[in-house]
C-alpha cells in the first residue's frame, strides 16, 4: 500500500535551498546559484519519491500527465529554472562567451538573486501542496470499457471543437472557448496515441488529420508555447509504447524548436499580424527565415535575446520587486476581489470591469511597461503571489495552487474512471492553463468554470450511460 502522508520532516528538506539562498545572501552570485540548483534538488526529491512515494497504480511512463510530473516540470521548471540565461547576461555574457569586462550591474545582480531566491520558495511551496494531498488509492465509483476508449477519445475531439467555436459565438461565454478548444486538442493526441498501437488505419487517419491540423493552428497562433505543447504532449502520449522512439525522435524536435522558434516567430508576427502577408505567406517566409538562420542582430530578437528576455520573466518580476513594497504597497486582497468580479459571466454582468485593463493597471503602476505602450504584459503568478503580501504571500499561495492542482486531478480519476479519461484528457484538457500560471484574475477563473465544466462532462457521460457505476 501506498504511504498517504509526506512526513513533515521530509516535506521541511524541500525549503533548505531556499534557507541557504537567504543564508548567502551577501553573496548574489552564490545565493542565485544555491537558489538556481536548488530547484533541481526538488525536482529529485520529488521525481524520485524520496519525500513520498509516487502513486504506484501505475509505470512512471504511464502517469506522467499527473501534477507531480507534468505540471510541476512545466510550472516550476519554467519559473524557476529559466532564468539562467539571464543570469548569465547580468555577468557579462552573450551566447555562453564573456564580452565585457567593464564592471557588472550590481544592483540588477542582488535584484536577480532575490527573485531567483523567491523562485525557490515558490517551487518547494508548490510542490508540497502537490504530495500533501497526492493520494490515488480510492477507486473511482465509475468505468468504461477499454475497446471503448479509443474511440471515445476521437468523439471527445470531434465533438469538442465546434463547442469551442460555438462558444466564440455567443456573447459573454466566451471564456469557454479556450477550454473545450483545449480539450479537443489533448483529446486529439490521446485518441492518435491511442489509436496508433491499436493498429486501427480508420481511427489513426482522422486523428492524425486532427492533429495535423491543431498543429497548423498552432503554428499560425503567433505564439511559441502552443507549438511546443503540441509536441511535447504527442510525445507524452506515445512514451509508454514507443520508449526508444521518443526519446530519439521528440526529444531532438522539442531542442530544435527552442532554436528555430524565436526567429520563426518574429518573421511570422512581423509578416501576419502587421497585415502585409497572408497567414500562409507568413508562415512560409517564417519558415524559411528560421531554416536559414536569418535574424536582424535586434538583441531582444535573437535567440540569446530570446533566452535572456522572453524565455524567462525574471526581468519583469525584478521591476515588480522594485516598486513593492517600495513605491506600492502591498495588494492584500485587492487581487482576490478583482478575481471574483472576473468570475461573472459578461452575460449576466454586461458592463464588468475588462478583466485585462485590471491586471494591466498594476503593471502601468509599478513602470513594467508606458501607459501608451500597446504591449500586453501581465504578471505571471508568483508575482501576483509577491504583490499580495511579500514572501509569506508566495510561500502560502504557492502551497494553495499546488494543492488545487493535486486536488482536481484526484477527483478528476474518481469520476471519469481512473487515470486516461479523468488527468490525461480531462485535468490536462480543461486545466491546462496552470501548467503555466498566469494573473489571479484569469487563472482562478479558468480553474472555477473549468471545474464547472467538469462537472457537466460527467453528469453527461453518465446520462448517455457511457460512463457507467462499478
Known amino acids: 500500500m501506498q504511504n498517504n502522508q509526506a512526513p513533515l520532516e521530509r516535506i521541511i528538506v524541500l525549503f533548505i535551498p531556499w534557507a541557504l539562498a ?38 512512471i511512463a504511464e502517469q506522467l500527465m499527473r501534477p507531480i ?40 545582480l542582488v535584484h536577480t538573486a532575490q527573485c531567483q531566491r523567491y523562485y525557490c520558495l515558490a ?10 494531498f497526492m ?34 459565438k455567443v456573447p459573454g461565454l466566451s471564456q469557454f472557448a479556450n477550454q473545450f478548444s483545449s480539450l479537443s486538442f489533448i483529446a486529439g493526441t490521446l485518441a492518435l496515441a491511442f489509436a496508433i498501437p491499436l493498429k486501427k488505419p480508420g481511427n489513426t487517419l482522422i486523428c492524425l488529420i486532427f492533429y495535423i491540423f491543431n498543429f497548423y493552428q498552432a503554428l499560425t497562433s503567433g ?3 502552443p507549438i511546443i505543447i503540441s509536441v511535447l504532449v504527442l510525445g507524452i502520449f506515445l512514451y509508454p509504447n514507443y520508449k526508444k522512439i521518443v526519446i530519439g525522435i521528440f526529444v531532438p524536435a522539442l531542442l530544435l524548436l527552442f532554436m528555430f522558434l524565436p526567429t520563426y516567430n518574429r518573421i511570422f508576427r512581423q509578416n501576419a499580424w502587421s497585415g502585409d ?45 522594485q516598486s513593492t513594497p517600495k513605491n506600492i ?39 513594467v511597461v508606458n501607459r501608451a505602450s500597446s504591449v500586453s504584459a501581465k504578471p505571471a503568478f508568483i508575482v501576483d503571489a ?7 504571500g508566495i510561500f502560502v499561495i504557492m502551497l494553495v495552487y499546488g494543492a488545487i492542482a493535486q486536488i482536481i486531478s484526484v477527483k478528476a480519476e474518481k469520476l471519469f474512471g481512473g487515470y486516461i479519461l479523468g488527468t490525461a484528457l480531462i485535468f490536462s484538457g480543461l486545466f491546462q492553463i496552470m501548467w503555466r500560471g498566469l494573473s489571479f484574475e484569469f487563472i482562478i477563473n479558468n480553474i472555477f468554470w473549468s471545474y464547472i465544466s467538469m462537472l457537466a462532462i460527467h453528469k453527461i457521460l453518465t446520462a448517455a450511460n457511457i460512463l457507467k457505476e462499478v
Open 69 to 108: 510530473f507534468m505540471v510541476q516540470i512545466i510550472f516550476a521548471g519554467y519559473m524557476a529554472c529559466t532564468s539562467i540565461f539571464y543570469f548569465l547576461d547580468v555577468l557579462g555574457y552573450e551566447n555562453f562567451e564573456k564580452v565585457t569586462t567593464t564592471l557588472m550591474d550590481k544592483d540588477r
Open 123 to 132: 517551487h518547494a511551496s508548490f510542490a508540497s501542496g502537490i504530495l500533501m
Open 22 to 59: 537567504m543564508l548567502f545572501g551577501g553573496d548574489p552570485k552564490l545565493s542565485y546559484c544555491v537558489a538556481w540548483l536548488g530547484s533541481f534538488l526538488i525536482f529529485f526529491l520529488t521525481l524520485t519519491g524520496w519525500v513520498k512515494p509516487l502513486p504506484t497504480d501505475r509505470s
Open 277 to 321: 502577408a497572408s497567414t500562409d505567406e507568413a508562415t512560409q517566409l517564417a519558415l524559411d527565415a528560421a531554416i536559414n538562420s536569418a535574424n536582424t542582430g535586434d538583441e531582444d530578437d535573437s535567440n540569446w535575446g530570446f533566452l535572456v528576455f522572453r524565455l524567462s520573466e525574471i526581468d519583469m518580476f525584478i521591476k515588480f520587486t
Open 329 to 367: 504597497d502591498f495588494y492584500g486582497t485587492k487581487l482576490f476581489e478583482q478575481s471574483a468580479i472576473a468570475l461573472v459571466p459578461r452575460i449576466f454582468w454586461p458592463a464588468k470591469p475588462i478583466t485585462e485593463d485590471l491586471v494591466m493597471e498594476r503593471v502601468f503602476d509599478a513602470g
Open 223 to 225: 505564439f511559441k508555447e
Open 135 to 168: 493520494n490515488y488509492e480510492t477507486k473511482s465509483k465509475y468505468y468504461i470499457s477499454k475497446e471503448k476508449l479509443a474511440n471515445l477519445l476521437m468523439m471527445f475531439a470531434v465533438f469538442s471543437f465546434p463547442a469551442s467555436i460555438l462558444f466564440t
Open 386 to 392: 509577491y504583490l499580495t503580501a511579500g514572501a509569506p
